[in-house]
């Protein structure tokens, strides 16, 4: 007989209608997007230099951004797709927090739950910290002991985050687990 038809996913136990068009969101959107990138900067900086990790500007660069992307998730986005090849790890970072919290919407989360996902999404790879800059950059292929190396950020991420008080079991597992394989 004829496979069995499979039912459409639940919808999400709650809704988020855009409130703005991505052309009204944009312009927001872009100055925030800015900020953030410029906060990560500062943050990670000051996480290599002084070896303490800014958690209240992290929270404070994920409020602007969830609220944009509650807006219309369409602008911010859109901006991750802008690369600057010398901010990549910045942008990576920003770009990480924007499409988490983008999902977290799409999934229906209530606002904490987004602001959350957003924040541990943004929190990643702050074990790239205690990377030598030079492996970080490397062009060429790694050695198995320089992937190793790189490999073990994820450590060194949870490492500094579970230091950090504030930090929820809910982030500390995500950038524990951020590089899990499917198969676990």
């Not at 999404?121 to 030079?134: K, M, Q, S, W, Y």
């Given at each position: 007989g004829a496979a069995p038809r499979r039912k459409a996913p639940p919808a999400p136990a709650r809704g988020y209608q855009r409130s703005r068009s991505v052309e009204e969101e944009v312009a927001v959107a872009a100055q925030v997007h800015a900020e953030a990138i410029h906060a990560v900067r500062a943050m990670m900086v000051r996480l290599q230099d002084e070896g303490r990790l800014d958690i209240d500007l992290a929270r404070e660069t994920i409020a602007p951004m969830m609220e944009s992307v509650l807006r219309n998730p369409d602008a911010l986005v859109w901006l991750t797709r802008i690369k600057d090849h010398d901010a990549y790890g910045y942008q990576h970072a920003v770009a990480c927090s924007i499409w988490g919290l983008a999902f977290a919407r799409h999934l229906g989360l209530d606002r904490a739950a987004i602001y959350e996902v957003g924040?541990?999404?943004?929190?990643?790879?702050?074990?790239?910290?205690?990377?030598?800059?030079?492996?970080?950059?490397k062009a060429k292929t790694l050695l198995p002991g320089e992937r190793d190396q790189i490999r073990a950020h994820v450590e060194h991420g949870h490492e500094i985050l579970a230091s950090v008080p504030g930090v929820t079991e809910r982030v500390l597992e995500m950038v524990r687990c951020h590089h899990e394989r499917f198969d676990g």
């Open positions: 924040l541990g999404c943004l929190l990643f790879d702050v074990g790239n910290t205690r990377i030598p800059a030079e492996l970080l950059a």
